[in-house]
């Protein structure tokens, strides 16, 4: 039992290499890296998948609203309806995406931070929808 507190035989006490603190420092940064982009990419697959399913309600209303200016007099009450349901998705699909879109800006700023505390840039992988709507 006595033999359980002592460190070594010899008594003096050894580091771990700077080697083996850096590889372990480099593994805890990928884990946190890998994290956020997973983080990243599910928004981004979010993102673009309601974006494609807006254009389609978008075009679709375009299509049922006509393009003459007093077709709305005439317009039959089914296609009013479903011009009023559309309005009400494609309102929530912009609430939505603006929500994606803080939300994948947030998670960069917090990559930012990561890497500055660790003294490591660029630990995400490029984020496709962040360079196709402005937010790198």
Known sequence: MIRFFRSRSD???KARSLERDSSADG???K???D?????LEQAEAER???QKRMDDVIARAA????????EF???AEDRSEMLKKSDADIKRGQARLSAIDNKIQNDRSRADWVGSRLGTRGIIDSCAVCEATGLT
Not at 35 to 39: D, F, G, Q, S, Y
Not at 63 to 70: R, T
């Open 73 to 75: 007099v005439t317009r």
């Open 63 to 70: 299509v049922v609203g006509g393009n003459d200016a007093d």
């Open 48 to 50: 673009m998948g309601l």
């Open 35 to 39: 994290a956020i982009n997973l983080v």
């Open 31 to 33: 884990i946190v890296a």
């Open 27 to 29: 593994n805890a940064v």
């Open 11 to 13: 008594g003096s006490f």
